[in-house]
């Protein structure tokens, strides 16, 4: 169970556009559609922000979004907020029925 | 709304077990449409995910922790626990319990967190 790789920290400006990866393996993120996403503030208990790759749960902003293609999901935020800046977490669902997490990726607004 | 409560000893020492409850409130352990997990968090680090158990008693384990770790279910109490033993500083944490949707294998509802810290 290799956790998956996502970049330390991603920053935009208000308004921008930002993309995280999140890389599996065959293993996890490439043979099943259930990638889910978490933002994390300081203190605070993870969020989810989308589930089965790109779902988002009531409440969530349609600013985000999610995609997959082969190993890799991707978290999208559009329209970048300063209520946007916090860590954001991937994981997948693997094989054996368990699951596995990304290192987290911190993202900076400008 | 669904209301999970993490309760426990916040100091544990080294090579003892390290045991926790999560009181789900606003729902039940015994529906079947659920798994319940327990997730941890170093201090400054990334989540790991630990184990889950179903209503039924089926448990399943992070390879990692798989030795040291057992997780049950009190569906009288609308509850379920961590026992980790033999536990070491590698092991503290911030410990958090969630539920699991079975069939799209994601955390939707999560408690506080419950910091402990393994130390003599």
């Known amino acids: 169970q290799s956790a998956l790789t996502q970049p330390a920290s991603v920053s935009g400006s208000p308004g921008q556009s930002i993309t995280i990866s999140c890389t599996g393996t065959s293993s996890d993120v490439g043979s099943y559609n259930l990638v889910s996403w978490y933002q994390q503030h300081p203190g605070k208990a993870p969020k989810l922000m989308i589930y089965e790759g790109s779902k988002r749960p009531s409440g969530v902003s349609n600013r985000f979004s999610g995609s997959k293609s082969g190993n890799t999901a991707s978290l999208t935020i559009s329209g970048l907020q300063a209520e946007d800046e916090a860590d954001y977490y991937c994981?997948?669902?693997?094989?054996?029925?368990?699951?596995?997490f990304g290192p987290g990726t911190k993202v900076t607004v400008l | 709304q669904v209301q999970l409560q993490e309760s426990g000893p916040g100091l544990v020492k080294p090579s003892e077990t390290l045991s926790l409850t999560c009181t789900v409130s606003?729902?039940?352990?015994?529906?079947?449409?659920?798994?319940w997990s327990w997730i941890r968090q170093p201090p400054g680090k990334g989540l790991e995910w630990i184990g889950y158990i179903y209503h039924s008693g089926s448990t399943n384990y992070n390879l990692s922790l798989k030795s040291r770790v057992s997780i049950s279910i009190d569906t009288s109490k609308n509850q379920f626990s961590l026992k980790l033993r033999s536990v070491t500083a590698a092991d503290t944490a911030v410990y958090y319990c969630a539920r699991d949707r079975d069939t799209g294998g994601y955390f939707d509802f999560w408690g506080q967190g419950n910091l402990v810290t393994v130390s003599s």
């Open positions: 606003g729902g039940s352990v015994r529906s079947g449409a659920y798994y």
């Open positions: 994981c997948s669902y693997a094989t054996g029925n368990t699951f596995v």
